[in-house]
């Protein structure tokens, strides 16, 4: 039997939670999932096999740092992205809007697109969201994300606005493009992201425009920029409920691991965050606790695993002791273990917010973890 194209079904909710599975032909995605970032084809200082081992079952590549280095052509020519990193299971690439407008220090955004200079060479290019799509096809993507703008945090009801505007004309070229794809939309999946800021009125003309185009799936985008996570969570509090309730629906850039039980709390099936990677490697773990400095000088005879609640490999074998003088040492190994532990613990809080919504009892979950968890 064909693995399907795309299908998405949810098993059980408890309140707005919900828990189910997306099927595509590179295999299954249990949702509310957790895609680890790939940046650059390599989630980093992780082996793929490390990342499966960890319960990901998804991970996320990007767009942007991916047609500057080492190429989108290139990359067609060697295969595709999957063979080229050794990652068989499904990959989301995000379409890449974000990273121009953050990380290029000379852009132009118009009707067309966005003309940026390479933060790498200073190279100039052009991303459109017909460029997007044809980068993501390249690239042999499973779910592709629509190009947007992603809305500045602070700007105001006219600027929200009319960047909403635009991405959803940008969203409805998107589906343009990618239907005219050949083979590859056949394959993939095409997600929409709704905009519009913090603003209730904004967020539902997106969401409207966006179900009137048709999705495989819905994001949210243009949070967790820097709005707080009370300012967040109110959004959250209405955007997730606009989008169809038989689609998945996608967080974006989210988060700390209280993000994501809120979240859950409010309909969001998927999320994606650099934060146990890059956290990883400067030092940081996430425990049932709360985040640890395994910098902290009274750790350096602390025989205790990062974790005592975690059954990952890195606590089964080593202790805070050893991990703080990898770390302080700059040894690579300090990197690789730290970052392995927190790939394990977000992966393993995605299982037991699954398991407690098919048990129906998230709510006591939820507040058990916030119990435990202390942020600070």
Request: aromatic fraction near 8%.
């Amino acid at each position: 039997m064909t693995a399907p194209r795309f299908s998405f079904s949810i098993a059980a909710t408890d309140g707005k939670a919900r828990t189910g599975t997306i099927a595509m032909r590179r295999g299954d995605i249990r949702t509310p999932a957790f895609m680890p970032v790939g940046t650059a084809a390599t989630v980093k200082a992780m082996r793929p096999a490390e990342v499966r081992a960890s319960g990901a079952d998804i991970i996320l590549g990007n767009t942007y740092h991916l047609m500057l280095r080492p190429g989108a052509e290139r990359m067609a020519r060697l295969g595709g992205l999957h063979g080229f990193m050794a990652w068989d299971r499904p990959i989301l690439t995000d379409s890449g809007g974000y990273q121009v407008m953050s990380l290029s220090a000379l852009t132009r955004i118009s009707e067309q697109g966005v003309a940026f200079s390479s933060h790498i060479d200073g190279s100039k290019h052009m991303l459109s969201p017909e460029r997007s799509m044809e980068i993501q096809r390249l690239l042999d993507s499973d779910i592709v994300m629509a190009f947007d703008e992603c809305t500045k945090n602070g700007c105001t009801h006219d600027e929200a606005g009319r960047s909403m505007e635009r991405s959803m004309r940008w969203a409805r070229r998107s589906r343009e493009a990618f239907d005219a794809g050949g083979d590859h939309a056949h394959r993939a999946a095409l997600f929409g992201i709704q905009q519009g800021s913090l603003d209730e009125g904004l967020r539902r003309e997106s969401a409207e425009r966006l179900i009137e185009i048709g999705f495989d799936g819905y994001a949210v985008g243009g949070l967790a920029v820097g709005e707080g996570q009370a300012a967040m969570f109110a959004t959250l509090d209405f955007a997730p409920d606009m989008l169809p309730v038989d689609r998945p629906r996608y967080l974006m850039g989210v988060g700390k691991p209280d993000d994501i039980v809120g979240a859950v709390e409010r309909g969001i099936d998927m999320f994606d965050c650099v934060l146990p990677t890059r956290s990883g490697r400067n030092g940081q773990a996430f425990t049932s606790a709360g985040p640890l400095n395994i910098r902290n000088a009274r750790f350096a005879e602390d025989q205790a695993p990062l974790d005592p609640r975690c059954g990952c490999p890195v606590c089964a074998t080593w202790s805070r002791a050893y991990l703080h003088h990898l770390v302080r040492a700059g040894e690579m190994l300090g990197a690789m273990l730290m970052t392995q532990h927190n790939i394990h613990f977000y992966q393993d809080l995605m299982l037991a917010i699954r398991t407690s919504i098919v048990e129906q009892r998230f709510a006591a979950f939820a507040a058990d973890f916030r119990r435990d968890y202390q942020r600070a």
